[in-house]
């Protein structure tokens, strides 16, 4: 935050003027403006108009409860003022307006930091300022364009107006003024090689490209001309349908989204019967920058007709919070309040409507587009699947939707899967791992493989978690691999091949021994019939996988730690043969340091620690000393 101390300025040009240093992040932020070069320069103007109208939005919401606000002066507009003999571009709206605090909130400080992310996201893009309106920063573009930047501010309801004033050094100065007309103006005072904006052409060009869509007047006040409208301000979901051109489409997710690539996928529709509204939702390209923000809030605005109310409404389950864009109620009262709607039965309708249409436009663009579906999953899956252990109403729907890596593809539905289903087999297999690399070289897999019998791979966080509450699919339940017995008896090896003949009594032996020797480091030790390649590797029997105890064990407060392991060893492998033979002639204590290697070999192929490095390191020096002597 700012430093709260304040300096006065004592100079006789403004002996009212206070001086504020800016928040560290939007000094940083400041320097890439001012200092770095930009090929597209028209985004500052994009979003400072944009900034203006929801201003404006702001305004009209709160008036509904106070029509004073409006002061006799209903008019809510934008205008744009070019000033060639002073080389000052201005926004002025007569919108809700700022306060003196506000203005230092609002301007000089950023309450959730976006501001380092976005710095590293225009470095790793190369100076893409079009990244800006993704990060609530869209303010201080203005700087890309002018060496200073004046604000004059007057809330609406309020008899005091303020300057803010910076030229983008480090500091901003706050100043009272003349009671101002309601609403901000913004005063660019514009560098030498940016007075191209100061040209009717190309105000009008940035405007018809980025802000034609708006729904309030955008007017160009040139000179002694009476000023023009230059935008349709026509809300574009009140359009019909066919009218709405692809660009058209991409300029208004570009304004609500904060990002200008094309939207994955349109959802454009009017719902009528008991409850009328319109909807308008886009699914990005692109990962958005908070995605995974804790909070985990939808970015959906309401209207009711037209009149924006709110964006944190919840209109969509959190496992949508991606989706972007518009609902506008036609018979919802516009005087409701933001408490009231979180509760609203008709908000929940539409909730409930609007959550099943956008599931079903997703099933259909995974039938239809296994590409594009396939590069939308990439970026959203670990989000829809959270659906899967949230929305039980709904899972069934979230199962015809969800992907995953298996033993035998990269874009495997669970319909794919259940159709690949071996005679006999009764369960649809899963591993949950940290990652795809730890997955597929997990041992826990070799006897699925060599039966042919496909394992998905679950290596998201959330799939610990939905996969323990999932009855199952058409029938057939989820099972770990990697968890409890090995359920194989019925399922035969690749060509129907034989297994090596195995000497069960020297194995049982061995487990014995080696039980024996690792105590309390494992719940039990033995002979395994999921293992074809390897030696040993560890499961577990309690009623968690053993990658969701890891991650409940990582937070403290679960009370959750990791379960002693069960040691599969492989009867058939030659070291577990020799091991066996060992026991056999010089009893149990022969294979102690042998178990202890066993035991940390299988937590080092799962990705884990072993317990004492030291005695491993010792354990292993006397082995290889033993091979070589």
């Known amino acids: 935050m700012a430093n709260d101390t304040t300096v006065t300025d004592t100079s006789p040009a403004s002996q009212n ?3 504020h240093p800016f928040q560290a992040e939007v000094a940083k932020l400041l320097q890439l403006m001012v200092h770095s070069v930009y090929s597209d320069r028209d985004v500052f103007l994009r979003e400072l108009i944009s900034n203006a109208a929801d201003a404006l939005d702001k305004l009209r919401y709160e008036a509904i409860a106070q029509p004073e606000l409006l002061e006799g002066a209903p008019d809510l507009s934008i205008t744009i003022t070019p000033d060639r003999d002073k080389k ?5 709206d007569t919108g809700i307006g700022m306060s003196e605090q ?12 976006g501001t380092q992310a976005f710095v ?6 190369q100076g893409d300022v079009h990244l800006i309106g993704q990060f609530g920063i869209g303010f201080y573009s203005g700087f890309i364009v002018a060496s200073k930047v004046d604000v004059i501010s007057r809330r609406a309801g309020s008899d005091q107006a303020f300057m803010w004033s910076s030229d983008g050094s480090g500091s901003f100065s706050i100043t009272a003024v003349p009671s101002a007309r309601r609403g901000t103006s913004i005063i660019l005072h514009l560098r030498d090689d940016a007075l191209e904006f100061l040209e009717d052409w190309k105000i009008e060009s940035v405007v018809r490209t980025y802000s034609d869509h708006i729904a309030h007047p955008i007017m160009l006040s040139v000179g002694q001309e009476t000023a023009r409208q230059i935008n349709s301000a026509n809300a574009i979901w009140t359009r019909p349908k066919s009218e709405i051109t692809p660009e058209q489409h991409k300029e208004f997710f570009g304004h609500i989204s904060g990002t200008y690539s094309d939207p994955a996928l349109t959802l454009h529709y009017r719902a009528e019967g008991r409850h009328e509204y ?11 920058f908070d995605l995974y923000d804790p909070e985990r809030r939808g970015r959906q605005k309401l209207y009711v007709k037209r009149v924006y109310i709110a964006d944190d409404v919840e209109l969509l389950p959190a496992y949508l919070r991606f989706v972007r864009g ?7 009262p516009l005087n409701i309040s933001r408490e009231m709607l979180q509760n609203n039965p008709q908000v929940a309708a539409i909730r409930k409507a609007v959550t099943n249409k956008v599931l079903s436009a997703l099933r259909k663009m995974a039938d239809a587009d296994d590409a594009g579906f396939h590069k939308l999953w990439e970026i959203f899956g670990p989000v829809l699947k959270e659906g899967l252990y949230e929305d039980m109403e709904r899972r069934d729907q979230l199962y015809d939707i969800v992907r995953f890596k298996s033993t035998k593809g990269d874009w495997v539905s669970l319909k794919d899967y259940v159709s690949r289903l071996k005679e006999n087999q009764t ?7 940290e990652d795809a690399a730890k997955a597929q070289a997990s041992p826990q897999l070799e006897g699925y493989k060599a039966r042919g019998v496909e394992v998905l791979l679950l290596t998201d966080p959330v799939d610990s978690f939905w996969v323990r509450t999932a009855l199952g699919y058409e029938g057939k339940p989820f099972k770990s691999v990697t968890q409890g017995a090995a359920d194989l008896d019925l399922l035969p090896l690749k060509d129907n091949q034989p297994a090596d003949a195995a000497d069960d009594a020297a194995s049982a032996v061995l487990a014995a021994a080696l039980k024996q020797a690792l105590g309390e480091r494992v719940k039990d030790v033995r002979g395994s019939k999921r293992l074809t390649e390897s030696a040993v590797c560890i499961v577990n029997d309690s009623a968690m996988d053993r990658t969701l105890e890891k991650l409940l064990s990582r937070n403290r407060d679960s009370g959750i730690a990791v379960s002693a392991p069960i040691l599969e060893i492989n009867p058939q ?21 042998a178990a202890q290697l066993l035991l940390d070999q299988a937590f080092i192929i799962e990705g884990e620690q072993v317990l004492d490095p030291a005695g491993f390191a010792r354990r292993l020096g006397d082995v290889m000393a033993r091979a070589f002597a």
């Open 120 to 125: 590293e996201q225009v470095k790793a893009k």
């Open 88 to 92: 000052t571009l201005t926004i002025t």
């Open 427 to 433: 369960a649809i297999y899963y591993l949950a791992a």
């Open 17 to 19: 003027a206070t001086s």
């Open 573 to 593: 492998h030659p070291l577990i043969r020799a091991l066996a033979a060992q026991v056999k002639a010089y009893g149990a204590d022969s294979v102690a340091d």
């Open 326 to 332: 518009v609902i506008d109620s036609e018979d919802m």
């Open 102 to 113: 506000e203005l230092i909130d609002n301007l000089g400080t950023i309450a959730k930091s």
């Open 278 to 288: 319109t909807v308008l939702l886009y699914v990005p390209g692109e990962r958005p």
